[in-house]
């Protein structure tokens, strides 16, 4: 089969075919005498992009791997120094464990409050106020519009007002809550469209059950793609958030990395390194378990029913 | 259960008699945690931001929003919006053109799906690794490739590169821009129809004509809420900058300066009129971005 190599084929994966009329039979050399050609401009942005974001990763990879300072690297000098151990170091740091213990410990407490203020809430707006459905998403993008460095100067001025609460390291909660919003609530949003909600609620609800075990029972079972990701991509948000925890002088995960790649360079890029990897394969899992439900209860998901957007709000992470 | 009937007649559009008030009242307190919890801690910290900025030791006014947007600190708005620009145009374009790369290279299958989950997954690498990353690939002494080009013959640092600069940020920033990009166009570039392009065929044009009467025109809103996406995405950046550079022309550096510095209340209100700024360029882009995003949906649900 000699397609047009360079067009924009709207091929879906699953049935392995264009949508619209047969490719193989339509004029596709009209006009494009050099389609032969065409392969090497997408086969150069696709190779030069590779270059560009893996040579970053390979250099901290380096750094963190190979005890030689980069101006000494020639010939002599290339296998020489190379240990594993500097990735381990870092956890001998006896400041290490509390702020571990500190990132996972916000990562698992904004999930939970996020899901039990946005499930609810979604759910109860789909249910019964339809209309309001609009404003509600609306809402849930204003974090886009106040980045995390301008929420953490609102949060220095009202601290004085609320000491007793700030001065707690939880207190970053609601904040992260907040940052993670945008995307949380879209994907809690199109978890509940993709299902029949109100005949799934009706006949629970006729078959006895009360709201919670509706909820339990039901809801949060078919929405697990939409909860898996959610809590995926808020995890990685705590985990990875700088700016809110270094003005407010919390020692977060992130915090120590910095304080720590001043002190040890070598041991502070493994640590990054470490870091990136664990947020990569938090990703790649996250990719596994929501495919594996996709394909089993639906059979053909076209590309343009994809969320367009699935990222942090902007510069929460950046 | 009667319950059930009443809120279908709520639901639907076609209700005869108006649901009683009541009810309706009652359906409200259900957003109320959900409100409550958001005017807490995003609208009162905002909103306080624009208090503080308006208020000086003698009463409100103006004075400091204007003098946040003067002198060095029009300085640093300057610059922000430049490099953020600049970042958004590479992005854009590199973005786009990996998109239609990931769109049109079939043969080996594997590579569409590599470069999706990838750009999935940069996307949102920001932030201290990234930024150590590129220190171990261009820093000044550090970086591998900075020591190479020197060995070659050409030292970046001396034609006024740094990570801190203009170019140094619209490199570094390109590696969470361009997957987003990716993101943001391929469902676009998904959207253009084989059959557009034998339509335009049969009509006699090239792909030249095809581009520039069909492909193009239907990416636009695309491509312009990409780019004020990018844009505000680089311009409300903090992480990556902290660590890359303390070049106080960078307005968010600029802003965590006036937090962490002693400074008086005169100054202190210049430093909350710098993230009012903020917020106001950001809230400009955030909106004209749904707009885009609206108009670039319409062609990608046909």
Request: charged share 15%; with cysteine.
């Amino acid at each position: 089969m000699d397609l047009p190599l360079d067009a924009p084929l709207p091929i879906d994966p699953e049935l392995g075919a264009s949508t619209t009329a047969p490719t193989a039979l339509a004029p596709q050399s009209v006009g494009r005498p050099n389609a032969k050609y065409a392969r090497i401009v997408p086969i150069t942005v696709v190779t030069i992009s590779a270059f560009f974001f893996l040579l970053p990763l390979l250099t901290l990879a380096r750094h963190s791997l190979q005890n030689v300072p980069a101006f000494l690297l020639g010939k002599d000098t290339i296998f020489t120094k190379w240990s594993l151990e500097p990735m381990w170091r870092a956890f001998d740091d006896p400041k290490f464990m509390p702020s571990l213990k500190l990132s996972l410990m916000l990562a698992v407490g904004t999930v939970f409050l996020t899901l039990a203020l946005l499930v609810p809430t979604a759910v109860w707006t789909h249910l019964r106020l339809p209309k309001m459905r609009t404003f509600i998403e609306f809402i849930t993008v204003l974090p886009y519009m106040i980045p995390a460095i301008a929420l953490v100067a609102g949060i220095v001025i009202v601290k004085p007002h609320a000491r007793w609460f700030l001065n707690s390291d939880f207190a970053l909660i609601p904040f992260y809550v907040v940052l993670a919003l945008p995307f949380t609530y879209r994907s809690i949003d199109a978890g509940l469209r993709a299902i029949d909600l109100r005949t799934l609620v009706d006949a629970s609800r006729s078959l006895g059950a009360g709201w919670g075990t509706t909820l339990r029972k039901v809801l949060i079972p078919n929405l697990r793609t939409a909860i898996i990701s959610a809590s995926f991509l808020t995890a990685a948000v705590v985990i990875g958030e700088y700016t809110i925890a270094s003005t407010l002088l919390k020692k977060t995960l992130p915090a120590f990395q910095r304080e720590y790649t001043q002190r040890e360079p070598q041991a502070g890029y493994a640590l990054n390194l470490l870091a990136l990897l664990v947020t990569t394969l938090l990703f790649v899992l996250l990719s596994v378990l929501t495919k594996k439900r996709d394909q089993s209860r639906k059979p053909y998901v076209p590309p343009a029913a994809e969320p367009t957007l699935p990222h942090t709000p902007t510069g929460t992470l950046t | 259960m009667t319950d059930v009937i009443i809120t279908e007649v709520e639901g639907g559009r076609t209700a005869g008699a108006p649901p009683s008030s009541a009810r309706r009242n009652w359906a409200w307190v259900g957003l109320v945690p959900f409100f409550a919890f958001l005017f807490l801690f995003l609208i009162i910290p905002a909103l306080s931001v624009f208090f503080n900025a308006l208020r000086t030791e003698d009463g409100f006014s103006l004075a400091p929003l204007g003098e946040a947007f003067s002198g060095q600190n029009f300085q640093a708005f300057r610059f922000s919006i430049m490099f953020s620009a600049g970042a958004a145009i590479v992005g854009v374009i590199w973005g786009t053109l990996l998109a239609y790369a990931a769109a049109s290279l079939i043969r080996p299958k594997w590579l569409r799906n590599l470069i999706t989950s990838f750009c999935g997954v940069a996307a949102n690498m920001g932030g201290l690794p990234l930024a150590f990353a590129f220190i171990t690939l261009l820093g000044a002494r550090a970086g591998v490739l900075t020591n190479i080009l020197n060995w070659l013959g050409l030292d970046i640092y001396e034609h006024g590169f740094d990570l801190g600069n203009t170019a140094g940020l619209i490199v570094v920033y390109s590696y969470f821009n361009v997957p987003l990009m990716v993101l943001i166009t391929l469902p676009a570039i998904d959207g253009l129809k084989q059959s557009w392009r034998e339509a335009c065929a049969n009509l006699g044009g090239t792909t030249w004509t095809y581009w520039r009467r069909v492909g193009l025109p239907v990416l636009t809103p695309s491509l312009l809420g990409g780019f004020l996406l990018l844009f505000a995405n680089s311009f409300a950046a903090y992480a990556t900058a902290a660590i890359l550079t303390d070049n106080s022309k960078i307005v968010s550096l600029r802003i965590a300066f006036f937090l962490g510095g002693d400074v008086s209340i005169g100054e202190d209100a210049v430093g909350f009129g710098l993230v009012a700024w903020m917020i106001i360029v950001m809230a400009v882009c955030m909106s004209l971005y749904w707009v885009a995003r609206r108009r670039a949906e319409r062609w990608q649900s046909l």
